[in-house]
């Protein structure tokens, strides 16, 4: 039986599990657990399926940072020419540190500090996504004082439904982004008497895991009346964002291909008559399933409701299940004898909500390494220190060769920045 998962390059042979032509179970031996683990050859695949080669005008992939900002992961995306969306100057300085020239980022959030928009000026960065009037009036200040006209794009909220979790809805004007689509209009033709702005385009980011193309057409159709808007009131555009948020297979999802999305976009800008440049600021979509997280099995706990594998990873390294409720497959590295039982698989964490997946039907012994599937995006990120865990180390396979892209975090380090009040005699 050949089993497909969300990872293209994972598969069993000979009773193992391989990423590429990586033994997983080898990979955890080598470079100790938890360790997450990115395939080149699916990162390549990501890529590839977001190029659209004969599109009428240019398409710019911004990789959305927050997803995974590793610098080999984002040096990978560098290397073939992309561009790339960021919340903060520790975003940019990643993205500068992994060879991308400052015109190839976005600056999105809804927080920018004065020294981040001074960074992001001294740079040079290919523009701002504005969220806010207070926003405008702030970088049109900084942009003033040093001298430049800062190139702005507003973040408008199209107040759509991207019918997600919660969580990672973004496009609801009751949601703390953008600017309101009623009030955009009026939000253009201020920011056009600020001297120290140009604008140079228009972007929304409705939410994240979206699986079908309707609330990204409502969103377009939205935004592209708003266009409409604005040529009328003399206000011309080089580029619309249509931001981020194509959703990936964790379970059984069937979310459109990038080129679906590609194709309803550029079949809108054409009926509207619209030559602009086409951005998208993709991030799940690109890594997700270009990664697994590794954890050995440290116990096996049967109890009279439930059995438990508590393994090495938690929440700590790991948040998605626990925080959105998250599906993520969980497949043994190694293929034997055990029976199949109905477990949860949970962290050493004192929480209750330290889990990684619930009621899976599992061949499991105590020492075994299990793989979390599509753990690329939003993993590694979103980890942190809780319970004083160092953070996990990150690999990265090609073809049967592995390479460091982040050492495990030594614990010393934890408290290195801490002081004590008076000094140990
Ligand atoms: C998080 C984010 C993205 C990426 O979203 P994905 O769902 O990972 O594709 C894009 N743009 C903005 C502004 C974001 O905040």
Redo the contacts with the bound molecule.
Sequence with gaps: MTTIYPIPTLANRQNALFLEDMPLNELAQKHGTPLYVYSKAALQQAWDAWQYPNADRTIHLCY?V??NSNIAILQFFAQRGSYF?I?SKGEMARVLAAGAPAAHIVF?GVGKTVAEIEFALEHGIHCF?VESLPELDRIHEVATRMGKRAPISLRINPDVDAQTHPY?S?GLKENKFGIDHELAVEAYVYASTLSGLKITGIDY?IG??LTTLAPFKDAQNRLFGLVKTLIERGIELEHIDL????GVRYQDETPPAPAELIAQSLQGLRDAGFKHTLMY?????MVANAGLLLTRVEYIKPTEYKHFAIVDAAMNDFIRPTLYQAWHGVVNTVTHDAPLVNMDIVGPICESSDWLAKDRALAVKTGDVLAILSAG?YGMTMSSNYNTRPRAAEVLVDGGLDFVICEREVLADLWINERLLSPIV
Excluded: F, M
Excluded at 243 to 246: D, I, R
């Design positions: 959305s927050k997803s969306d919340v999105s996504n990672i973004t980011h994240s895991q931001g981020g948020g194509l600021e993709p991030g799940r979509s995006a």
